[in-house]
């Protein structure tokens, strides 16, 4: 049976990962600031030791700080490198082992749609997450054949994350009118792509930066 630990998996689209994974029989570990007592943001986060392989590492653990540059404080752009790149680099340093012992291992880590395409007040969550995509490539390389890395590169999703940005119904239908595809995402629209990732049948795959964006980076309807 495979085992697959997500980092942040007791909300949004690590939640929903962890509910199609059990539904499947995979045996999921969870941890988080709520669960575990796991802060990734620490000097030393206190990461629990788990015994032997490790076939997925999902990273979810992510920020949404939007505003115009010059409002943006250095601890800001500090901040988001914490959560989002920093916070990666050491759960993946810290599991390396265990996912070393499995076969076929799989890491997948998450960026932004902001990173392909260019979007207003998103300069540091953008630069952060465009580190994370860096790291993904670097370490697919490093790390083939044993652990395959890839990236799912969603755009806006109705998660706790972005609950400032969905307010209200008029929020709501800004968002949705400005994808292509005329709708926002749903967490599990995500782990579809992230259970995906961590199974068998993306054997072939690594390296890659995978939008799931209902058409933002790539489409222009009108
Ligand atoms: N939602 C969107 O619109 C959107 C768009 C683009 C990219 N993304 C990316 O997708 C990923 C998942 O986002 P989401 O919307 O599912 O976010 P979410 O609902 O906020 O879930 C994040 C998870 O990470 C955990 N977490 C946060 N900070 C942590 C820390 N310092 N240490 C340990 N765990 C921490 C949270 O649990 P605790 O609170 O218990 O720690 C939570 O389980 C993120 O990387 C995000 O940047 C999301």
């Known amino acids: 049976m495979k085992k697959v630990l997500i980092i942040g998996g007791n909300t949004g689209i690590g939640a929903a990962l962890s509910l199609q994974l059990k539904e499947q029989g995979v045996e999921t570990i969870l941890l988080s600031r709520t669960q575990g007592g796991l802060d990734v943001t620490q000097e030393e986060p206190l990461f629990p030791e788990i015994i032997g392989p490790v076939d997925a590492l999902v990273y979810c653990p992510g920020s949404i700080n939007l505003k115009p540059f010059r409002a ?3 601890s800001d752009f500090a901040h988001d490198m914490e959560v989002n790149y920093y916070g990666a680099i050491k759960t993946i340093k810290h599991y390396l082992p265990n996912l070393k012992e499995a076969e076929n291992a799989s890491i997948v880590l998450f960026s932004t749609v902001a990173v392909q395409k260019g979007m207003p007040f998103h300069s540091s969550i953008a630069g952060a997450k465009g580190a994370v995509e860096g790291l993904t490539r670097s370490l697919a390389a490093e790390f083939a054949p044993t652990i395959r890395v890839n990236c799912i590169a969603p755009s806006l999703t109705d998660t706790p994350l972005a609950e400032k940005l969905l307010r209200n119904e008029k929020q709501r239908e800004g968002a949705e009118n400005r994808h292509p595809l005329k709708s926002i995402g749903e967490a599990a629209d995500i782990a579809h792509m992230a259970n995906f ?9 690594s390296g890659q930066i995978i939008g799931v964006d209902g ?6 309807t009108g």
């Open 197 to 205: 990732l961590v199974g068998e049948k993306s054997r072939w795959m």
């Open 215 to 220: 058409g933002m980076s790539s489409l222009s």
């Open 72 to 74: 943006l404080k250095l």
